[in-house]
């Protein structure tokens, strides 16, 4: 049984790896910002705790992520504004990354996506690039952590039915089921052999835990 503090825990993919890790035995915490999505992560299987990460300092991140096993960032402002994009999935994300390391919670999971680097190409004309730059930004101060990280790169995601498979030595982004990500999510927390790795994937034919083994 793990302790695990899920960011972003009314997201789509968040919703469903919930009771995924609950099922298991688990316990989670999944913050979320709006009070009105308590129950739904209730029934999902987490314990809901309403905190706005964009608005938490250090300390009181740290002090949420106290006794915890691992850190899940699944949170994101959802496009649109840049400087919430900036707020929330680079200032925020790398003040939790701050906060666990000053807890003492060394597993940290990033959800981020497949084409996510420094040099992600994007065209600072194009509405995504605040978020390619915000991801870029928080993934680069992880892996420069402390802590013991893994950082995910799924592709564009669907609402089809998860299948259990993926492909994870894709060079190019494809599409993957949201389910599918859940499922990975909750078997890289399982494996500390994905520790200080960032796997990218899309849908495949390998059965996940064998294909974050390679």
Do not use: C
């Amino acid at each position: 049984m793990a302790r695990i503090i899920l960011f972003g825990g009314h997201g789509r993919v968040a919703l469903l790896l919930e009771p995924i890790l609950s099922g298991r035995g688990d316990e989670v915490t999944a913050v979320i910002r709006n009070p009105d999505h308590a129950a739904a992560v209730a029934a999902a299987g987490a314990t809901p705790r309403v905190a706005d990460v964009e608005a938490l300092g250090i300390d009181a991140l740290a002090e949420l992520i106290a006794g915890h096993d691992a850190v899940v960032w699944s949170a994101g402002a959802g496009g649109g504004d840049p400087a919430r994009t900036r707020a929330v999935d680079r200032d925020a994300a790398i003040r939790t990354m701050d906060a666990a390391e000053r807890a003492g919670v060394r597993r940290y999971v990033m959800v981020s996506y497949f084409g996510a680097a420094e040099d992600h190409g994007v065209d600072p004309g194009n509405p995504f690039f605040a978020y390619a730059e915000a991801k870029a930004a928080a993934d680069a101060r992880l892996r420069a952590s402390g802590l013991d990280w893994t950082v995910l790169g799924p592709s564009g995601l669907t609402f089809d039915p998860a299948g259990g498979r993926i492909d994870a030595g894709a060079e190019e982004a494809g599409s993957v089921a949201r389910g599918d990500v859940a499922a990975v999510i909750a078997a890289v927390l399982e494996d500390d052999g994905t520790v200080g790795r960032t796997i990218r994937f899309n849908g495949g034919d390998t059965p996940i835990a064998a294909a974050i083994r390679q």
